[in-house]
């Protein structure tokens, strides 16, 4: 039993003192519990106090911005409200202005109604006066008014038929004369509106040398130098007594051009020997060959020309080398196709197909064969050969009128092609002539009294005058002027017109010192 006790008493004490550990723990728990309850509610006033200021921060940024937004809004207003007054003033002022120009109007208005009124009087007696004068011409003349109307009317009737078959003869001599000035205005303006340079090529080219010394080693040993220059360039090269110069003749440019290039190379070089003399030779003859070809590809880019023939546009290239009556070629019928584009537009044709034309026209007078037929019918079968359009063959071999023109571009070919040759400075057999015709142009207007000065100017187009004011007045400048222009018509030939202009002026000049 006491055992049993003590167990009993021992279980006892080992539950109260769990009892009391546990009350210990839960106690200590509790206050834990507390603390951080107490430091979470520190945290969150903490908290709620920023977020608070940072509330009341946004809230005085957002109302300094607002308040900033309506100072401008007012600004606007007030400025607008400003113009608004400007405005309201200033159409006031014009109202004003305006009702007082309509009181002035109306003063006029009632000065001009008496006016009105005083000359309704006065037309009424002026009709009166002239019934009583017709009433007293009638008397007198026996008829009334309306047969002598009648009578007027028929002799006037008699008049106008005589002078309206005059005007028609007139009207018909005008409608001739202005037909032929506009043909030829057509053609002068073509003229000007194509201007190229005249290059005048010789049989002969000059190259110059540094020093004397270097002729000898060109002539070579016995010569061998020289004669295997000439033999291979198919030209003859003189060494004369000129100083610092040889010449090289021959008829054919391309020819001397390559002799020309060759001597240049050689001298350069300095080696002269005849196997030397052949490698330069033929690298020349490569090179011009290369450049006739970029020549004539360059002259069709250049005129808009399309679609040629490759051999075609070599023989273009080979004008270059060409020249006809001392005018070069190339630069002729580069001419030739600018005139004939400019003519056909104007005259409501194909202009692209009458400057191919043009550029080909020559193109029988370039062959590297001699034909036996004329240039111009070689040209034709050239063209015809290479798939050129028919007008354009017939253009080639019709203007120099070897055979039958079947289409409009081939006149124009013909026309322009006379032009450029006979264009002044063109050709050397006129470029006398064209300056013998400037010099009588000027000396005839010299042999006017009063005439100052003369100028002819234009190519010769044009003629000005300078008359002097204190001999002639304005009535004798026209009429020097028209005297001037008929004496040159009828004394002259020229082709085209002659504009002839007489200026008469008066200057003041003083200086100022």
């Known amino acids: 039993m006491v055992i049993v006790y003590i167990l009993i008493g021992i279980i006892v004490g080992a539950g109260v003192a769990v009892w009391l550990s546990t009350s210990v723990m839960r106690n200590k728990l509790l206050a834990k519990s507390q603390q951080v309850l107490k430091d979470a509610e520190e945290k969150g006033e ?3 106090k920023e977020k608070i200021l940072q509330a009341k921060e946004k809230y005085l940024q957002m109302k300094s911005e607002h308040d900033k937004q309506v100072n401008e809004q007012n600004n606007r207003l007030r400025d607008a409200e400003q113009k608004l007054k400007q405005r309201e003033n200033t159409l006031n002022q014009k109202v004003g202005e305006l009702q007082k120009k309509n009181e002035e109007l109306k003063g006029v208005s009632e000065k001009l109604n008496g006016e009105i009124e005083s000359l309704h009087r006065r037309q009424a007696e002026v009709e009166k006066v002239y ?3 017709v009433a007293k011409l009638e008397h007198i003349a026996g008829m009334t008014a309306d047969e002598a109307k ?18 028609i003869m007139d009207i018909v001599e005008e409608a001739k004369i202005t037909a032929n000035e506009q043909a030829r205005k057509i053609v002068i303006q073509s003229i000007q509106r194509t201007a190229t340079e005249a290059a005048i090529e010789n049989t002969v080219s000059v190259f110059n040398l540094e020093n004397e010394e270097v002729k000898g ?6 010569g061998r130098n020289i004669r295997t220059l000439e033999s291979l360039t198919g030209v003859e090269i003189i060494i004369d007594d000129s100083p610092d110069a040889i010449i090289i003749s021959g008829f054919d440019p391309v020819r001397r051009e390559i002799a020309r290039l060759s001597l240049h190379k050689l001298v350069t070089d300095g080696r002269i020997h005849p196997a030397r003399i052949e490698e330069v ?10 450049e006739i070809n970029e020549v004539g590809k360059r002259t069709c880019i250049d005129l808009g020309i399309v679609n040629m023939n490759h051999e075609l546009m070599r023989m273009v290239g080979r004008m270059k080398y060409r020249s006809s009556y001392g005018q070069n070629l190339l630069q002729h019928s580069r001419e030739v196709a600018n005139l004939a584009a400019t003519m056909a537009a104007e005259l409501g044709l194909n202009p692209k197909l009458a400057k191919r034309a043009g550029l080909l026209h020559d193109i029988g007078k370039v062959p590297e064969t001699d034909p036996e037929t004329p240039h111009a019918i070689f040209g034709m079968h050239l063209a015809e050969k290479y798939k050129e359009h028919p007008d354009v063959c017939n253009a080639i071999g019709s203007h120099h009128d070897e055979i039958e023109m079947t289409n ?4 124009i070919i013909q026309v ?9 400075g063109a050709r050397r057999e006129v470029v006398e002539a064209y300056i013998n015709r400037l010099n009588k142009l000027e000396e005839m207007a010299m042999t006017y009294p009063g005439v100052v000065k ?21 009535v004798e400048a026209t009429k020097l002027s028209y005297d001037l222009s008929r004496q040159i018509q009828n004394e002259m030939t020229y082709p085209g017109q002659i504009k002839v202009t007489v200026i008469r002026e008066t200057r003041a000049i003083n200086y100022a010192k």
Request: aromatic fraction near 2%.
């Open 416 to 424: 322009c092609d006379a032009i450029s040759g006979a264009r002044p």
């Open 46 to 48: 903490v908290i709620k």
């Open 454 to 474: 003369t100028y002819a100017i234009q190519a010769g187009r044009e003629l000005r005058v300078i008359v002097g004011a204190d001999k002639i007045g304005d």
């Open 408 to 411: 409009l571009i081939s006149p």
């Open 281 to 290: 030779v033929a690298k020349t003859r490569r090179q011009i060959e290369q």
């Open 131 to 133: 019934k009583d004068s």
């Open 150 to 167: 009648q009578q007027l009317i028929e002799s006037m009737k008699d008049e106008a038929r005589a002078e309206a078959s005059n005007s």
């Open 217 to 222: 080693r060109i002539i070579g040993r016995e």
